[in-house]
Every structure is written in structure tokens, then in C-alpha cells.
């Protein structure tokens, strides 16, 4: 070889190793994708995930024919069988030359290593990983990945035909097979059994592997040590030695302090395998393999694809025993043994050793953890006891789940930790105070490089007997960019790259290890450890990232998604680890950090990945979260229910016996237990189901405060929301769930009661805030206004329309049928004795503090809706009442025109039909709008409470509102006086429902003439009521059982709205209604015939209600029509009559 090819700075092995370990990385990527693409097509029977050639039942035969005679082609004798890939070389060309090509590549990047590897044994480098750090590990780094690569490779099974299928149809295509084929085709048969083939081409390689490799004696024991050996040394700990605590943390072997040991576990057992001899010379190499065997019963070859040592390393040595001399056989038989007893020690004692350094490495980065967020500044002088736990803890995960998924042993113990979840937790939060406190650590290395690293290396580049010119320029390059760092640059945001400076300690490195370099690293050791130690401190300048990514990268749960569901599920499944769940959504930000830009395909494979296990984790934890608090919620409903007051019935019944010394029915009968007696401990110790709750909950949302907001692939997810979302959810079912509302029984729960359950849910939820950083008050509002609605946001039923529904179809419909009065006295409707017992009691649903108790659940707005509701059923009412006037039409027109002619009066009444139902229509319409009015007060009552200086000014507003002002404006003062709960004049609701009504081919001058007549129907009719039986009135009650004092109201408030709409003088209407019905009524005083004259007096009160109920009519207009006296004599008769009847 020339003198020139020995250059060392030719060689440019620095750069030529960084490059091909990066294209090794994207090769593997490659290989994998093809691989795993196709397991898919084997997996899933579907012909559209495979192509189309690979499933065709025509081309089986041919593809079996290629694989058969693989790597030989046959065109001539084969025509027939291969006719058929004609019509699909097209297609076969387009689809392959992906896969073709990858192969290809493969085949180039083995070459490039080849080149390298004979390169360095020319060169005689010399390798030792406490020296030359990076030189060394991107060797073993670069033997391992095209290990690994030609062993993915050997696993495709689909290998041979991807590429025989290609070669025929380029064939086909062009004439000739492609260029590459032939060595292609060689290089698959050839590592049929990769390491085999790899074993006899690394034999020339034995003396520079074998070196690199023996230079781990020194680390790999040393990180590879029991928990106990770690407790005894209180590794990782901050606090054991407090003096030694702002001391930096230092190492002669700085890179080697955090170096993966899955990454050594490789390199041994790999390099071992490939340099065997030497396994039978060193006891320093057999003592290392023997303890990686030891540790492990499998190894990671690329992401979820493991190697199986004993078995592999077993085949090999039984292989290599047929074919060496027998004098080696002893030895190998040794080796043999070796791997049995390995195995079995593997087998027996791995488990338990990992699983108590999982736990000792909890205990160890819990308390790392909290003291860096008391003292972040020691992130500066400990940052490498940071890496450390990071690498220890990543190496710990990675075993577990490599392990737990190739499982070889029958217990399973060892394989499944439920505390693993605790473990990450504590990652993730070094690796928040990492980002979080970077300036910090910039600040320290900055200071510590230029004001301690640059002397100290300056003093031994001065010492250095000799130095060539290259090295010293370089020397110098690094002693001058150290000395140049300064605070200031930290502190004015200065972007720091030191990429350049470690590139050049790389060639360095190169440089100084070839054998006839005037500087040999070998000889200068002290130089290489302080260039290693100074390379580490730039990174914490302007590295910490990728620092991160080197040390805590737990990227590999992306390929073992059932396990990481599964260990997800633990974790929420122990309430003391449900604290840590968010470390499984942290950990889906670690996902795109495996992708490689040589396989950019797989990017959004793995990115939809990483954001739907993101999602489904944050989904459940929320979901978990949710039935805590819903349980949470049902217990306090139940506290709250025991309050009510018809629970206290049995209490005061029990006082009242014992006062009165009688004994309670049943002898011995215990004492009911009253609130409050669970909150009486009689110890500690003593927990109860809300405090397993609550305790349990305070976990979970620990998790779910834990980060505002996580970035997963370019999307934010935020943890607080979702539980925001879930929340109101399932508050809007439980809301709706706890009216009870039966549709085929037509049972609710009164409105008080559902009440008091909702305050009780809302305080829940109120003391929720002190868990989470949510704004309960938005949940509130979005649930509560929707509930006020017919409908929420999801189309289904809410408070509202449940009882709005109740209400009008079960309640007012069984006032209809007169088995439920309106008393005005009570302000409710009240059961009236029936023979068929109604299934529940009206005044429980209908007294004023259940009105109010509807109208703080419903508000303003599902008032409203109620109002509106019953609006329309009135309309209904009055549409059938002015059918009934227009068949009466010509007789009411006579009968208005002759009220004062008693003779002709009578004769016309005679000829009138359908009078019982205009009554009835009208008292109807009075039931519903007492209702009304009923609802409004409590409406008012509730707002006042709320809002007493709004509504007092809605009050005043209407109050002063001048006689003159246009009707329009005056509807409009109306309306937000309604809204408000305030009675008013003319009601607006009522307006708006019977304007709506259209009579086609009636003019407005004939519908105003119907309103009209409409009054006068009623007004004659109402003698008629004083033969029925039920129309006597009740002082008691202060109306009349069958409801008709309710007239009173719907006269008035159908009389105002209907003139209103019609523009007529609702005064003069009135005068003449009471006109015609006192003229009506006084006739009645004349009648002889008992059964008709039987409540006489009690119908003449109907004239006195209706003018106090008017705002229009009064008493001197009444005296003017009707007698004082008349109504003086009925009062007094109606009460003389009820005291007699009562007695």
C-alpha cells in the first residue's frame, strides 16, 4: 500500500464514520419497513395491502419458479410459464423498484463497510473507549448496525422474489438484467445465515474488534452491577455526601458515565460472536461475554426485532465445531457450556436483578427530581448524574419491554411491573427541568470551559513533547474558541455551535490513532479523557436536546403498542401509580425521533400513531377521572337527599311518641340514623368510600394538571380539556338522568329535589378547581344555558322539555279533566277527590317553592320556552273557540245588539250550540294561564334574589311607561318585562302566539268582529254555570272546584291580547262584556227553577274577580251594572254555606 493511501488525514475516517453510521441507521429503517410491509401482507387477507403479482394465482407458479432458481435466470426454456409476467412487467417495474433498489443500496453501504473496515486494519487504529471515546464507539456502533443490517435482511422472506420478479421484468423491459442484479443475487445467497457468512469475513478484522471491544472491561462491569451494589454506593444521589453537593460531577471517563448498556450488550455480544477466537485466548473478553449473556436472554436488533442469544450464539459454536481443527474443539466445547450455563443464569436471576434496579433507580430519580426543583442550579454540577439516571432508567424500560414481549421462562413475575409507570414519570420530569433550566446549565459550562477547561488544556498541549503542525492548529482552534466564551453571550441569547470543535476532536481522534502518528492518543491518555470531559461540557452549551435524545429516548414503544396500552391500563388500574399516567402521553412526543430522513414514508405512519395513542391515553385518563368524580357526586347526592325535608317526618313522629311516652309501633324498633353521622370517626384509621374516592381522584388529576398543553407531531393536545369535555358530558346526562322521568308512568322528580341533587353535583364539581386548572364556571354555563333550551347541543332532551312536556300532558291535562283544581288561597294546584287516585300529588309540583325551585333550574330562558309552550296550547284553544263563534255567528251579532231586552235575550240564548264548550275552552285557557302566573312570580321571586337591582330596574321601566307611548314600543317593554317575571298589562307571549294564527279569506275587519263576538258568547253564557254542581264557591280555597274562577284571568288576558292585535279599544270591550254578562247574570236572580239558580251567588263572584283581575275595569264601572249589594249578599251567602257544610 502507498505511503499516500496511508495518510491518515486522507483517509477521512472521522467523516466517513459519522456518514455511514447515519446511512446504516436509514438502511435499517428501510429493511424494517419492507419487512414489516410484509408481515402486514401476510397478516391482513386483504389483495389490496399486497401487490397485486405477489397474490395472483396466475403467477404463484413464477414466483416460486424465480425464488426456486434464485439468483439464475431462464428466460428461453421457461416461455410458457413466464408469458404471464408480459402483461404485469410494467407494473412489477414501478412497484419493486422501491424495495429493488433499498436492496441495492443495502448492497453498496456493505461495501462502503468493507472498504472502511480494511482501511482501519491497514491503518492499525488503535481503539480504547476511555480514550478515543468516539472513535472507538462509532467503530463498534459501525459493526453492530451492518451486523444487524445484513441479519434484518436475511428475515425478509420475500426477499428473493422482490428481486427476481424486478430482474425478469427489467429483462423483459430492456433486453438485459439489470447491472447490480448479479452481485445482488450473490450477496442474498450468500447471507443466507448472515452471521455465519460475517464470522469468516471478520477474521482478518479479529485484532481491531477484538481491541475496541476489550476496552469496555473497564465500563461495562462497572455499569453493569446489582441494586445492591448501587444502594451501597448511593449512586445517583445528591444528598448522601451534602459537602461534596456543589462540587462538579467528574469522570476520566465522562461519555462512558451515561453510554447506553443495551448499546455494550451489543457491541460484546456481536463482536464477540464475529472475533470468536479470540473468546479462547483473553479471559478479559470471556469474562465480558459471559456477563452480557448473563444479563439478557435477547437483544434488540432494530426497533422490535430481537436476536435470541443463547439459542443463536449456541447454533453458531455447534457449526464452527464441525469445521475448525480438532485441537479447538476443546475449547468451543467449553464455550458451548458457557452459553448453557448463561442461559440459565439468565434465565433464573435477570428478572429479579432488573426488576430491583428498576426499583432502587425509582427511589434514586424520585429524589433527583425533587431536589433539582428546589436547587435548579445544581443542574449545573450534577448534570452528569442527570444523564446518568436518564440512560440507566431508558436502559431499564427498554429491557423490561423487550423482555416482557420474548418472554422464555414460566413465571412471569419478573416481566410485568405496574410500577413502570413511575419510572418515566421521573424521566420526564429531568428531562422538563433540562429544557426548562437550560440557560442555567449554559451559564455554569460556559464559565467552567473558558475558565477551567481552556487552561488546564492549554497546559497540556504545552507539555506535549511533540505536537505536528495539523494537530496544534487544531490544538489551539479548540483553546481559543473555549477562551473566547463568555456569560454576556449567554445572557444576550447568543446561539452556541460547537458541532465544528467536536467534529475536529473526532479527526483528531483519527488522526493520533493510526500506528506511525507522531502524537499517538495511546501515549497521551490524559489528553484524550480531558478532550472527552471538555467534549461533554460543550454539549451542555448547545446540545441538550440531542443529549436528551441520546440518553431518555424511549422512542421503541411506538413498535410495542399492545404493551404499552397494557402497561397504561396498570397504571390506571392502582390509584397509587395513577399519578404518573401522564407519562404515557409525554412519552408519544418521543415517537418521530426514531424516523430517519432515508425512509420519510413512514413519517405519517408513525405520526398518526403517536397522536392516537396520544388521544386514546388522554380520552381514558379523563374517561377515569369523569366516574370518580360522578361517583364522588352520587355519594354527596345521597348526603344531600337525607336533608330533605320529607325524610324528617319519621324523626319528629319519633320525638312526638317519646314525648307523649307511647311506644313506637314495633318493639325494639332502632333509632334512624340522622345526617351527619358519617362524618363521626372513632379513629383515624377508619376510611371510608368517599375517601378512597376523593384520595384516588387526587391522583388522577395530579396527572392531568401536571402539563398545560403537549405537542405530539406539530398537534397541542391539552390533558385539562379533555377532562373539561368529559365533564360536561356526562354532567348533562346526570342533570337529565336526575329528573327521573318516566314517559310510560309519567313520573319526575319534583323540581326542589332535583335541585338540591344539581347544588350537590355543582359543589363537586366546584372543589375540583383545587385539583385542576379548569374553569368549572365554563362548564357550568355551557350544561346549565343548554339545559334551559328544548334541546342541547347533541339533539337530545333536556330539563326544559321534560317538564315543560310533564307539565302541560300530565299535569294541566288532569286539571282539564277535573281531577286537579287551581287554589288561589294556596297559590297551587290541588288533588280534588276522585275515585281514580292520581299517581302523584299536584301541590308537590305546583306550590310556589317548586315553581321557584323549576324556575332556578330552568332560568329565564326555559321559562320561556314553558311560557311559549303553554302560549300555543292556549292559541289552539282560542282557534276552536272562534270556529264556535263563527257557527253562532248571526245569533251573537242579535243577542249584542239586545242585551237590554230580557224576552228576546232568552229566545236567542235558546237557539246558541256548543255553550258548555266555550266555557270550557275558556276555563281551560284561565287553568293554563294561572299556571302561567304562577311561574312568573316564582321567575320574579328567583331574579329578585339573583339580580335584585336589574330586575328593580325592568320594574321601574315598565312602571312609567306613558298611556301615549306607541303600542309597538310598549309590546317591546313587555316583553323584557315578561322575560323578567313581571306581570304586565298585555301579555306579550300570549300576543305573539295568537297573532300567529291565519284565517285565510278573512279580512281583518271580520277577525276583529269575531274577537268581539267572542266576549259576547262568553258573557251570555255564563248563567249556565251557576246549574252545575261544582261551580259553588269555597272560601277555603278562595275559588271554585271545577276551576271557573280562573275565567276571571283568561277573560281579561284573552280580551287584551286579542283587541291589542286588532288595534281595538280593549276598555270599550271590556265594558261591554261586563255589560253583557251582568245583564246575563241578573237574569238568572229572576229564575224560579232551583236546579238552575242552585250557585247563583258563587257565579255572581265570577264579576267581581274579573274586574280585580282587570287593569282595565272598575268597581264603580261594576256598581254602575251590577248591584253592590248582589255581590255583599253572595259573599255572604257563599261563606254561611261553606261554614254549614263544613259542620
Not at 455447534?318 to 468451543?332: A, D, E, L, Q, T
Not at 432502587?360 to 448524574?385: C, H, I, M, N, W
Not at 477562551?483 to 445572557?491: A, G, M
Amino acid at each position: 500500500m502507498s505511503r499516500g493511501v496511508m495518510q491518515p488525514s486522507q483517509q477521512k475516517l472521522a467523516e466517513k464514520f459519522t456518514i455511514l453510521n447515519d446511512r446504516g441507521i436509514g438502511m435499517l429503517t428501510r429493511v424494517y419497513n419492507i419487512k414489516k410491509q410484509g408481515q402486514v401482507w401476510k397478516a391482513c387477507g386483504d389483495p389490496k395491502a399486497k401487490p397485486s403479482y405477489l397474490v395472483d394465482k396466475n403467477l404463484e407458479s413464477v414466483v416460486k419458479f424465480i425464488v426456486r432458481k434464485f439468483p439464475a435466470i431462464e428466460t428461453r426454456n421457461n416461455n410458457q410459464q413466464l408469458a404471464q409476467l408480459q402483461k404485469e412487467k410494467s407494473e412489477i417495474l414501478k412497484n419493486l423498484s422501491l424495495y429493488y433498489f433499498t436492496f441495492v443500496d443495502v448492497m453498496e453501504f456493505k461495501d462502503n463497510v468493507s472498504e472502511l473496515l480494511n482501511t482501519i486494519d491497514a491503518c492499525q487504529v488503535f481503539f480504547d473507549v476511555t480514550v478515543n471515546f468516539d472513535l472507538t464507539k462509532n467503530y463498534l456502533d459501525l459493526v453492530v448496525t451492518y451486523t444487524t443490517l445484513m441479519m434484518l435482511l436475511s428475515r425478509i422472506e420475500e426477499r428473493k422474489a422482490i428481486i427476481g420478479l424486478y430482474n425478469y421484468a427489467h429483462e423483459m423491459t430492456h433486453g438485459a438484467s439489470d447491472r447490480e442484479y448479479p452481485r445482488l443475487g450473490q450477496m442474498i445467497v450468500d447471507y443466507e445465515n448472515p452471521l455465519k457468512k460475517m464470522m469468516e469475513e471478520f477474521v482478518p478484522h479479529g485484532k481491531s474488534l477484538s481491541d475496541a471491544l476489550i476496552s469496555l472491561q473497564m465500563v461495562y462491569p462497572r455499569r453493569n452491577l446489582s441494586a445492591d451494589q448501587w444502594r451501597n454506593a448511593q449512586l445517583l444521589s445528591l444528598i448522601s455526601a451534602p459537602s461534596t453537593m456543589l462540587n462538579p460531577a467528574q469522570s476520566d471517563t465522562m461519555p462512558c458515565e451515561y453510554l447506553s448498556l443495551d448499546c455494550m450488550e451489543k457491541w460484546i455480544v456481536f463482536g464477540f460472536v464475529l472475533c470468536h477466537a479470540v473468546l479462547n485466548t483473553d479471559p478479559a473478553a470471556l469474562s465480558l461475554w459471559k456477563l452480557a449473556l448473563q444479563s439478557s436472554t435477547c437483544l434488540c436488533l432494530f426497533r422490535d426485532e430481537v436476536f435470541h442469544i443463547h439459542k443463536s450464539c449456541e447454533d453458531l459454536f455447534v457449526n464452527i465445531r464441525g469445521i475448525i481443527p480438532k485441537s479447538s474443539v476443546p475449547s468451543y466445547n467449553k464455550r458451548l457450556n458457557d452459553i448453557k450455563e448463561c442461559k440459565e443464569q439468565a434465565l433464573s436471576q435477570a428478572g429479579s436483578m432488573h426488576r430491583e434496579r428498576r426499583k432502587y433507580l425509582r427511589s434514586a430519580l424520585k429524589e433527583l427530581a425533587t431536589v433539582l426543583s428546589d436547587q435548579p442550579g445544581l443542574l449545573g454540577p450534577k448534570a452528569l448524574f442527570v444523564f446518568m439516571a436518564l440512560s440507566f432508567a431508558r436502559d431499564e424500560i427498554i429491557w423490561l419491554l423487550r423482555h416482557a414481549d420474548n418472554i422464555q421462562k414460566k413465571s412471569t413475575d419478573d416481566f410485568i411491573d405496574k410500577h413502570v409507570a413511575e419510572l418515566i414519570f421521573y424521566m420526564e420530569e429531568l428531562r422538563a427541568h433540562i429544557r426548562k433550566y437550560g440557560p442555567v446549565m449554559q451559564r455554569y459550562y460556559v464559565q467552567y470551559l473558558s475558565g477551567f477547561d481552556a487552561v488546564i488544556l492549554n497546559e497540556l498541549v504545552q507539555n506535549l513533547s511533540v505536537c505536528p503542525e495539523d494537530e496544534s492548529i487544531i490544538m489551539s482552534s479548540f483553546v481559543n474558541t473555549m477562551t473566547s466564551l463568555s456569560v454576556k453571550q449567554v445572557e444576550d441569547g447568543d446561539v452556541f455551535d460547537f458541532r465544528g470543535m467536536r467534529l475536529d476532536w473526532f479527526r483528531l481522534q483519527a488522526y493520533t490513532s493510526v500506528s506511525k502518528a507522531s502524537l499517538g492518543i495511546a501515549d497521551h491518555r490524559e489528553l484524550g479523557k480531558m478532550m472527552n470531559t471538555i467534549t461533554f461540557h460543550t454539549k451542555m452549551v448547545d446540545s441538550l436536546v440531542e443529549m436528551l435524545a441520546e440518553t431518555s429516548d424511549i422512542s421503541i414503544f411506538c413498535f410495542y403498542s399492545r404493551a404499552f396500552e397494557k402497561m397504561f391500563q396498570q397504571c390506571l388500574e392502582l390509584p397509587s401509580q395513577s399519578r404518573h399516567s401522564i407519562s404515557f402521553p409525554l412519552l408519544c412526543t418521543h415517537f418521530m425521533s426514531c424516523t430517519h430522513e432515508l425512509c420519510p414514508e413512514e413519517r405519517h405512519h408513525i405520526g398518526d400513531r403517536s397522536l392516537s395513542l396520544c388521544n386514546m391515553f388522554l380520552d381514558e385518563m379523563a374517561k377515569q377521572a369523569r366516574n370518580l368524580i360522578t361517583d364522588i357526586c352520587t355519594e354527596q347526592c345521597m348526603l344531600s337527599d337525607q336533608l330533605l325535608p320529607k325524610h324528617c317526618a319519621k324523626t319528629i313522629s319519633q320525638a312526638v311518641n317519646k314525648k307523649s311516652k307511647k311506644l313506637t309501633g314495633k318493639k325494639g324498633e332502632p333509632e334512624r340514623e340522622k345526617p351527619g353521622v358519617e362524618s363521626m370517626r372513632k379513629n383515624r384509621l377508619l376510611v371510608t368510600n368517599l375517601d378512597k374516592l376523593h384520595t384516588a381522584l387526587s391522583e388522577l388529576c395530579f396527572s392531568i394538571n401536571y402539563v398545560p398543553n403537549i405537542v405530539v407531531w406539530e398537534h397541542t393536545f391539552t390533558p385539562r380539556e379533555y377532562l373539561t369535555s368529559h365533564l360536561e358530558i356526562r354532567f348533562t346526562k346526570s342533570i337529565v338522568g336526575m329528573t327521573m322521568y318516566n314517559q310510560a308512568t309519567q313520573e319526575i322528580a319534583k323540581p326542589s329535589e332535583l335541585l338540591t341533587s344539581v347544588r350537590s353535583y355543582m359543589t363537586v364539581l366546584q372543589s375540583i378547581e383545587n385539583y385542576v386548572q379548569i374553569d368549572i364556571t365554563r362548564v357550568f354555563n355551557n350544561v346549565l344555558l343548554q339545559q334551559t333550551q328544548h334541546l342541547d347541543s347533541h339533539g337530545e332532551p333536556t330539563i326544559t322539555s321534560l317538564y315543560t312536556n310533564w307539565y302541560l300532558e300530565t299535569l294541566l291535562r288532569q286539571v282539564s279533566n277535573g281531577h286537579i283544581a287551581y287554589f288561589p288561597a294556596m297559590k297551587a294546584f290541588v288533588n280534588l277527590p276522585t275515585e281514580n287516585e292520581l299517581t302523584f300529588n299536584a301541590e308537590e309540583y305546583s306550590d310556589i317553592s317548586e315553581m321557584r325551585s323549576l324556575s332556578e333550574l330552568l332560568g329565564p330562558y326555559g321559562m320561556k320556552f314553558l311560557s311559549e309552550s303553554l302560549m300555543w296550547h292556549i292559541s289552539s284553544q282560542v282557534a276552536e273557540l272562534k270556529k264556535l263563534v263563527v257557527d253562532n255567528m248571526e245569533v251573537l251579532n242579535q243577542m249584542r245588539t239586545s242585551f237590554d231586552k230580557p224576552e228576546q235575550m232568552a229566545a236567542l240564548f235558546k237557539k246558541l250550540s256548543s255553550v258548555d264548550s266555550v266555557l270550557k275552552r275558556m276555563t281551560i285557557i284561565g287553568v293554563i294561564l294561572s299556571f302561567r302566573s304562577l311561574a312568573q312570580e316564582a321567575l320574579r321571586d328567583v331574579l329578585s334574589f339573583h339580580i335584585p337591582f336589574l330586575v328593580s330596574s325592568v320594574e321601574d321601566f315598565k312602571d312609567h311607561i306613558p298611556r301615549e307611548t306607541d303600542m309597538k314600543v310598549a309590546m317591546n317593554v313587555y316583553e323584557l318585562s315578561s322575560a323578567a317575571g313581571l306581570p304586565c298589562e298585555i301579555d306579550p307571549a300570549l300576543v305573539v302566539a295568537l297573532s300567529s294564527q291565519k284565517s285565510e279569506n278573512i279580512s281583518p275587519e271580520e277577525e276583529y268582529k269575531i274577537a268581539c263576538l267572542l266576549m259576547v258568547f262568553v258573557a251570555v253564557s255564563m248563567p249556565t254555570l251557576a246549574s252545575n254542581v261544582m261551580s259553588q264557591y269555597s272560601p277555603a280555597i278562595e275559588g271554585h272546584c271545577n276551576n271557573i274562577h280562573c275565567l276571571a284571568k283568561a277573560v281579561n288576558q284573552i280580551a287584551a291580547a286579542l283587541f291589542t292585535i286588532h288595534k281595538g279599544s280593549i276598555e270599550d270591550r271590556l265594558k261591554e262584556f261586563l255589560a253583557l254578562a251582568s245583564s246575563s247574570l241578573l237574569k238568572i236572580g229572576q229564575e224560579t227553577d232551583k236546579m238552575t239558580t242552585r250557585n247563583r251567588e258563587s257565579v255572581y263572584l265570577l264579576l267581581d274577580m274579573i274586574v280585580q283581575e282587570s287593569p282595565f275595569l272598575t268597581m264603580d264601572l261594576l256598581e254602575s251594572c251590577f248591584p253592590y249589594v248582589l255581590l255583599r249578599n253572595a259573599y255572604h251567602a257563599v261563606y254561611k254555606q261553606s261554614i254549614s257544610s263544613s259542620a
